[in-house]
């Protein structure tokens, strides 16, 4: 028996066949989304070092001791904050040693000792370094301390 | 998309063969349609161009001019691998010597053509299973092919051709290698096939087969007669 043609019937096959609706993910679909997890874990363990390099690139820390070996006052530590190109002040577990970060690009580190000279402090600097270079020695050796 | 008004049409098809210096045309004219679920008989001589004709209609073989349009689809206007998925959504396939692969169970032999569907293996399996059982298989699932008559390797042909439940089953002489019985016996389950809404059609030499179907389309020096 004839049986009129609907284009409805066979819809969803001709469909599939058209490659409007997708049988599960493409090959193409499929390397794109590998793709952006691999680069994801990488940009993970890349981008904060990435930024971590851009952002203290320039960094310095000067590292102050005073001759008399007593505390560091919190006024000279309050105004060193204030120098402009300074970024952080931080003292030891003793309060005997500062550490001042500082953009080396600036006049921070001979604004320093002139505000240490104004005060007549008798300051003594033990050492200039690099910022990461400090970080890195200080990490290595709380690792090294760590490791039995 | 192209406008149709039937399941299969066929429009100003020819195929020619270059065999050296030689041309044959298999197909030389051919205008006809299908509705969707009937039952066609494709008749002629051996050489007519029935068999060729079949070929183009299951996208197996780029006509020389012409178009032959499924559902709406432009067979040979769609890529190779649309063509693909086509015969794999639309068509079922049922060959004269059966092709079934010897070293495979029917019921393995049946699941082949859903290898490529994405379908979970346990699902496979029991549609497998289901249409053995229309066929009257079910008990010779994990047999053999060569454990079975010729009538039965033409069952689980026709299980192959329909497991993946394809709207269009194309028979290239399916009864050629049967005894009278047995054909009538096939022939019956495809027209069982044909009444639960596939369309079928059958490409034969024999006119006894012509009983089974709806219309009866005639096949001669590369032109129908419809």
Known sequence: MKMAYDPEKY??????????KKR???FGAMAVIICVVILAGLSVVTVPRAVSYFSTRNLDDAIFKLESG???PENVIAAIQKIDGIASVTEDKNHTRLVVTYDRRTAAFANMTAAFSKRNLGVTLLNQVNHRQHRNTLENKEETIETP | MTQVNHLIEIRGLK???QSGDTTVDAIRQMDFFIDDEEFITIMGQSGSGKSTLLSIMGALNHPSQGQVLVDSLDLYALSTEQRADFRSEY???IFQSFQLIPYLTVLENVMLPM???GQKKKIKNQMALDVIDRVGLAAKAHRLPDQLSGGEQERVAIARAIVNKPPIILADE???NLDSQTAGEIMQLLQTLNRQGHTVIVVTHNPEVTQYATRTVRVQD????V
Request: aromatic share 12%.
């Open chain 2, 174 to 176: 399916p009864t050629g």
């Open chain 1, 24 to 26: 599960g993910l493409g």
């Open chain 2, 91 to 93: 068509i079922g396939f």
């Open chain 2, 15 to 17: 195929k020619t063969y």
């Open chain 2, 222 to 225: 590369g032109l129908c007669f």
């Open chain 1, 70 to 72: 007593s505390n560091w």
């Open chain 1, 11 to 20: 819809r969803e096959k001709r469909e599939k066949v058209l490659g409007i």
């Open chain 2, 115 to 117: 290898a490529v569907t």
